[in-house]
């Protein structure tokens, strides 16, 4: 076998890498969430053993990377595809991170009466869940205006998040007895609008990996 095609074999191996790994990370985020709104302990601790997959995943992607560097030096767009692959591995060990962390918040709102969560929390919830999913949609595609489009989805997260934030702040003096669900909400909100970002980062990566345009600040950077 050439090493042209033993390297084809292991951009094809870290393709199939990666989008494994954004499927269970997308399966773990809502596993999460079905934990937090059902307090259930037990869907929690399930959600702590599947990061472990995700973390063995990113282990494999980084082996996959150094594999085919050995094989062949991957020049212009390879490379680029190879080093979004390796940043798309990174934004989804983090979204295993994120996921670990709400279910933790699952345990500790079991331990307390039944409480109803807030709409605009369920919402934030499934906007995350819709933007995680489109951008690695985009990344399995390589659509550039798929990733474009999440990108500008982005900002709806920011103002869930702020408007689950003031909402429950404004409920703690009306009812100091729910403070702590509150600040788990909050936390859930805060947590759910970083999956929002590193959705933001994964279709950012598409874009440089299509276009070899970096548009990574590009709002900032322009004013």
């Known amino acids: 076998m050439s090493i042209e095609r033993a390297s084809d074999r292991e951009f094809d191996k870290l393709r199939a890498l990666a989008i494994r790994m954004g499927s269970l990370a997308e399966e773990i985020l809502a596993k999460a969430l079905r934990a937090v709104w059902t307090l259930d302990v037990s869907l929690a601790a399930q959600v702590k053993r599947d990061d472990l997959e995700i973390d063995r995943l990113d282990v494999g992607i980084d082996d996959a990377i150094m594999r085919l560097l050995a094989l062949r030096a991957p020049v212009a767009a390879d490379l680029r595809a190879v080093l979004a692959t390796k940043s798309l591995a990174t934004d989804l060990e983090r979204v295993g991170d ?40 985009s990344f399995a595609d390589a659509d550039p205006a798929h990733a474009r489009r999440v990108i500008e989805e982005d900002d709806r997260l920011d103002e869930g998040e702020l408007r689950v934030r003031r909402e429950a702040l404004a409920r703690i003096p009306q009812h100091p007895e729910r403070a702590g669900h509150e600040m788990s909400f909050i936390f859930i909100a805060g947590s759910l609008e970083r999956v929002g970002d590193h959705a933001t980062n994964i279709a950012e990566d598409v874009i440089l990996a299509a276009e070899a345009l970096n548009v990574k600040h590009a ?5």
Do not use: C, H, M, Y
């Open 98 to 137: 994120i996921a670990r962390n709400i279910a933790e918040q699952a345990v500790s709102l079991a331990e307390t009466a039944p409480l109803e969560f807030p709409q605009p929390l369920r919402d934030l919830a499934d906007d995350s869940q819709r933007l995680l999913r489109a951008a690695l949609a």
């Open 219 to 223: 709002g900032k950077l322009a004013t």
